[in-house]
C-alpha cells in the first residue's frame, strides 16, 4: 500500500491535518514527537511550517512526514491485527488504537486523521483562521463531559481519554451520516463504527488490553 | 403478522438495506449518560452544570424511549436500571439547572441557517450533520420539557418556544432530508409500544413519525426504488412463519429463506438457509466460512443472530432455536449478525 499517490498529496493532507488547529492538538496526544520539529501551538509556525514543506518539495518536512506515516502505519497494523477496518468496495477504513483513522482506496493511502478533532472549514480554506482554532460544528453545543482527576500528559490514560475515546464516539455518532437516502455512500470514514465493539469492551483497562495485545502502551 | 409499529419504515430503503445502526447510537447514548452520571455525582455537593444537567436529563428521556433489548445489547443493562434510578431520584433538584439551556429562539435562528443553507445548495455532507446536530437539539429541549412536566413542574415558556419549533419542523420537513437515515436509525431505537408507556414521552417522538412520513411520500414520489448498494436487508421479510396446518404433510412449493453476511475485513461469510417452518425443524442454521474454507479462528466464538446467542461449533455453524428468533422478530429485532465476544456486527449482503 503506497502512502499517498505522491509527496504533494502526503504534505497536502499533513498540512490539514496534523498542522492545522484544533485537530494539532490530538495529534501532539498522539504523536508527542511531533514537537520536536514544529511548534503546534502556533498558528503562524504551522502555516510558515506546511508554506515551506510545500515549496521546498516536502524536503524539510521528510521527519513530520515520517512521523505522520509512521503513525498512520501503526494505526494500520493495530485496526488489522484486533479487525477494527471495514472494506467497502475499493476502499478499506482502519482505525488504530490511538484514534489515527486512515482510509485506503485501491492500494493507496487516501487520508489520514483524527476524526472528530478538526474542523472542515479550516481544512477547506486550507488554513486556520489567525488566533482562532475553529470547532466541529455543534460540538460548541454539547456539554462536554467532566474528566474527573484527569491523567498527566503523556500517559496511556491521557492518550485514551484525549484521543481515543472521543473519537470512537465521534465515529458511532456520525456513522449514519455516511449514507444517502438513496444508499449511496457519502463518505466511508464512518462505516468504521460498525467494525468497533461496544463502548463497554473500551474502557480504559479494555482498551490497555486491546493495546498490549498489540505491543503497544506501557505507561498507565 | 409483526407490526413494527410508526417509527420502522421497512419501505425506506436505508432501512430496508439494513444501512442504519440503531445500536451505535443507544450504545453511544448510555455510555455518555453513565459517563455523565457518574463524573456529576462525585461532585461534593452534585450540583452539575446547567449544561451537564441538561444533556443527562436528555439522554436519561431519550434511553427511556428506548427499546429494552437494544440498551441490552450494550452489554449493560444491569448499569442502566441502576443509573435509570439514581437519575429519577435526582431529576428533580437538577431540572431548574437543566431548564436554563435550551434556546428556542436561537434554534429557530439556527434553523433558519439552515434552510438557506439548503436553498444555496451547500454541501450535502455538511448540511446532514447539520440537520442531525438541530434535530438532536430540539429532542434534547422536548426531552428536558417531557422531565419537568413528569415532575409536575412544567416550564410555559419552553412549551411555548418548543411548540413553536415544531412547528418550524413541520412546515419544513424536507431540511432534514439530508439527516434521513439517522432519522430512520432514530426511529428504530423507539419502542413499539411508548405511547401505551407514556404519552408524553412518545410525543417528543411524534417529530420522528412525522419526518419518517415525509421520507415515505419523497420516496414514493421519486418512483419505485431499488438498492443502489450490495447490501441487502437485516429485515425478516420472508422468514418462514409458523405454519398452522403444521404441514399436515401437504407439500407446499414453498422458497427457502436466505441472508448472507460478511465479517468487516470481508475476508468471512456467514449464510443462513431456512426452509419452511415444519415439525421437526426447530432450528435455524448459520453457516460460517472463509471461501471454501472452514474459518478455525471462529469456532468455539459467540455470536448472535437478532440478539439470540449460540456458538459456532466445530463444522463453522450455529444453531438457532427457530422459536426464539420468531419471538425476536416479535419484538423488533433486527435480523442482525454480530460475532465473537466483542459482538462485531456483520454486514448483511445480496445474497447471490
Redesign the interface.
Known amino acids: 500500500v503506497a502512502f499517498f499517490a505522491d509527496t504533494e498529496r502526503a504534505l497536502k493532507h499533513l498540512g490539514d491535518h496534523v498542522l492545522t488547529g484544533p485537530e494539532c492538538d490530538a495529534w501532539v496526544v498522539v504523536v508527542p514527537a511531533l514537537l520536536e520539529h514544529v511548534d503546534l501551538a502556533s498558528v503562524t509556525e504551522c502555516e510558515r511550517f506546511s508554506q515551506n514543506a510545500c515549496v521546498q518539495g516536502g524536503a524539510v518536512a521528510q521527519a513530520v512526514l515520517g512521523l505522520y506515516r509512521g503513525a498512520a502505519e501503526e494505526a494500520v497494523t493495530h485496526a488489522f491485527f484486533l479487525g477494527w477496518h471495514v472494506t467497502e468496495g475499493e476502499t478499506t477504513v482502519a482505525l488504530g488504537t490511538t484514534g489515527v483513522l486512515v482510509m485506503v482506496a485501491g492500494a493507496v493511502v487516501v487520508t489520514v486523521f483524527i476524526p472528530g478533532q478538526g474542523c472542515a472549514e479550516a481544512v477547506r480554506n486550507d488554513r486556520p483562521r489567525a488566533g482562532q482554532l475553529g470547532r466541529e460544528r455543534g460540538r460548541m453545543r454539547r456539554a462536554l463531559p467532566p474528566h474527573p482527576a484527569s491523567e498527566p500528559p503523556g500517559t496511556e490514560g491521557y492518550l485514551y481519554r484525549r484521543a481515543f475515546r472521543p473519537v470512537v464516539r465521534f465515529l458511532k455518532a456520525r456513522y449514519h451520516d455516511a449514507y444517502t437516502l438513496d444508499g449511496r455512500i457519502r463518505w466511508h470514514w464512518p462505516l468504521v463504527a460498525r467494525a468497533l465493539p461496544p463502548l463497554e469492551d473500551l474502557t480504559l483497562p479494555r482498551w490497555q488490553e486491546y493495546r498490549a495485545q498489540v505491543g503497544a502502551g506501557g505507561t498507565s | 403478522m409483526n407490526d413494527p409499529g410508526p417509527y420502522i419504515r421497512d419501505a425506506l430503503?436505508?432501512t430496508r438495506?439494513g444501512?442504519?445502526?440503531p445500536a451505535?447510537?443507544v450504545?453511544?447514548w448510555?455510555?455518555?449518560f453513565l459517563?455523565?452520571l457518574a463524573?456529576?455525582t462525585?461532585l461534593p455537593d452534585e450540583a452539575p452544570?446547567p449544561?451537564?444537567a441538561?444533556?443527562l436529563i436528555g439522554l436519561f428521556g431519550r434511553l427511556t424511549r428506548c427499546r429494552p433489548a437494544l440498551i441490552d445489547?450494550?452489554?449493560?443493562g444491569p448499569a442502566w436500571d441502576e443509573a435509570a434510578v439514581a437519575m429519577q431520584g435526582r431529576l428533580a433538584a437538577w431540572l431548574p439547572q437543566a431548564l436554563r439551556v435550551p434556546n428556542p429562539d436561537g434554534w429557530l435562528a439556527e434553523a433558519g441557517d439552515l434552510a438557506d443553507a439548503c436553498d444555496d445548495a451547500g454541501p450535502?455532507?455538511?448540511l446532514?450533520?447539520?440537520a442531525?446536530?438541530l434535530l438532536t437539539?430540539l429532542d434534547d429541549a422536548e426531552l428536558v420539557a417531557w422531565a419537568a412536566r413528569r415532575e409536575g413542574a412544567p416550564d410555559a415558556a419552553l412549551e411555548e418556544g418548543l411548540a413553536r419549533c415544531d412547528a418550524w419542523l413541520r412546515l419544513n420537513l424536507d431540511r432534514f432530508?439530508p439527516?434521513?437515515?439517522?432519522v430512520?436509525?432514530l426511529g428504530q431505537t423507539i419502542r413499539p409500544d411508548l405511547p401505551g408507556l407514556d404519552l408524553g414521552l412518545a410525543a417528543t417522538a411524534d417529530k420522528v413519525v412525522v419526518l419518517l412520513d415525509a421520507?415515505e411520500d419523497s420516496?414514493e414520489r421519486m418512483g419505485p426504488?431499488r438498492?443502489?448498494?450490495a447490501?441487502l436487508t437485516e429485515s425478516w421479510e420472508g422468514f418462514p412463519e409458523p405454519s398452522l396446518a403444521l404441514a399436515a404433510a401437504t407439500p407446499v412449493a414453498e422458497g427457502l429463506f436466505s441472508r448472507r453476511w460478511r465479517?468487516?475485513?470481508?475476508a468471512l461469510e456467514a449464510r443462513l438457509v431456512a426452509g419452511p417452518d415444519r415439525p421437526g425443524t426447530d432450528r435455524v442454521r448459520v453457516v460460517f466460512a472463509a471461501g471454501d474454507e472452514l474459518p478455525a479462528s471462529l469456532v468455539g466464538q459467540p455470536v448472535w443472530l437478532a440478539g439470540q446467542e449460540a456458538v459456532i461449533d466445530a463444522d463453522g455453524a450455529a444453531d438457532f432455536p427457530r422459536q426464539a428468533l420468531l419471538a425476536a422478530r416479535a419484538a423488533g429485532e433486527p435480523l442482525a449478525l454480530r460475532v465473537?465476544?466483542?459482538?462485531?456486527?456483520w454486514?448483511a449482503v445480496r445474497d447471490e
Open positions: 430503503l436505508a438495506a444501512l442504519t445502526d451505535l447510537l450504545d453511544l448510555l455510555d455518555r459517563d455523565l463524573a456529576c462525585s452544570a449544561e451537564a441538561y444533556e445489547a450494550t452489554g449493560r450535502e455532507e455538511e446532514a450533520g447539520w442531525e446536530q437539539d432530508f439527516a434521513g437515515v439517522f430512520q436509525g421520507l420516496q426504488v438498492l443502489p448498494v447490501i465479517s468487516p475485513s470481508g465473537g465476544e466483542q459482538r462485531q456486527p454486514r
